[in-house]
């Protein structure tokens, strides 16, 4: 098992974990970070590449999204390989 804590929602990572561009890779982004599949679906679902590279790899600029903000709150007591769905909230 992974050992660390998942960069968006700071949950322990579980057995799954993938990789994600803090800045996308396809705007030059180097830099990853370790993130549920389920946190990660979700942060790509909520914000553009375009977005994503605004806010320059900010944590907390992420975390200020309404639906953002909403899906930490309801993920935050979950296991660590919990895995639902991930869908456009609207």
Known sequence: MPEGFCWLCERPLGRNVEWHHIIPKSRGGRIV?????ICHSTLHVTFTNVELAAMKGDRDALTRSSDMTRFL????????????PTRRAG
């Open 73 to 84: 709150r309801w993920i935050a007591r979950k296991p660590a390989d919990f895995h639902a």
């Open 33 to 37: 970070e370790p993130l549920h599949p």
